[in-house]
């Protein structure tokens, strides 16, 4: 019964302890167009929120077609508005899969980075 308790005790201890070590990162919260979605039509920009406030001369994002090319504008930006959103314009695209790949700082200088896919057309 002592050995039940105590690992109780040492999962809500790591589950706690953990939980702060997590938040100090800007991790992507969530995207738009959402991650691994398929679409219809081309989306304009790629929008993605972070779970903090990021650094923009430290931040950005570039997408690349199936053979990597880029496709994006070249000019990702931090939202004036909303410093967890990063924002890149895009080409316009032919049916296909698109990789994105991010890159951030936090306001509190830690990066992070991550990359997720999307297609357009069926």
Known sequence: MTHRVSGF???????IGTGGVAWAHAFLDHAAPPVGS?????PPVIRIWFTQDIEPAFSGI??????????????????????TLLIVGLKNLPPGEYKVHWHVISVDTHATEGNFTFRVGP
Do not use: I, K
């Open 9 to 15: 005790l040492l999962a809500c201890f790591l589950v």
């Open 62 to 83: 570039e997408v690349t077609d199936s053979a990597g090319a880029r496709v994006d504008d070249g000019t990702p930006r931090v939202d004036d508005r909303d410093r």
């Open 38 to 42: 398929t679409l219809a039509a081309p």
